[in-house]
């Protein structure tokens, strides 16, 4: 195994396991403000995932434009330039998850002004209450 593959193994490994924690937070942890925190992490972790699927482990890298419209410079355009797409879907991604995020955390601090907690067993025994 050459060291490219070890270090693109390592990375995916890295980013499963990352995945794995912040599922588990989401899932497993009563609290809410550490389900956000986990809610953040996993849209990360999905982003670099999206960036590195479309990553191309050549070099040298050409950037996203194409020198000619001649049949030979659009084979070799598709075989080194690097997919545009992922990173334009992801920049989207980062803002959309940042309105989220705000959302979320609005509505935190209106459950905590409600209920004094932010354990959503509590909130939801108390749930009709108020």
């Known amino acids: 195994m050459s060291t490219s593959e070890f270090l693109w193994a390592y990375l995916w490994t890295v980013l499963l396991l990352t995945l794995a ?3 588990y937070g989401i899932i497993a942890r009563p609290n809410m403000l550490k389900k956000i925190i986990s809610l953040t992490i996993l849209g990360d972790a999905v982003n670099v995932m999206v960036v590195l699927i479309g ?5 040298p890298i050409a950037p996203p434009i194409l020198p000619s419209l ?3 410079a659009l084979e070799g355009f598709v075989s080194s330039a ?3 797409l992922p990173q334009a879907l992801v920049i989207t991604a980062v803002v959309i998850g940042m309105a989220v995020n705000m959302l979320l ?3 935190a601090i209106q459950l905590y002004r ?4 932010l354990d ?3 909130i939801a025994k108390r749930g009709g209450e108020e």
């Open 21 to 23: 924690v912040s599922l």
């Open 70 to 72: 001649s049949k030979e």
């Open 114 to 117: 409600l209920y004094g907690t």
């Open 82 to 84: 690097v997919d545009p």
């Open 105 to 107: 955390a609005v509505l």
């Open 55 to 59: 990553y191309h482990l050549t070099y």
């Open 120 to 122: 959503v067993r509590e």
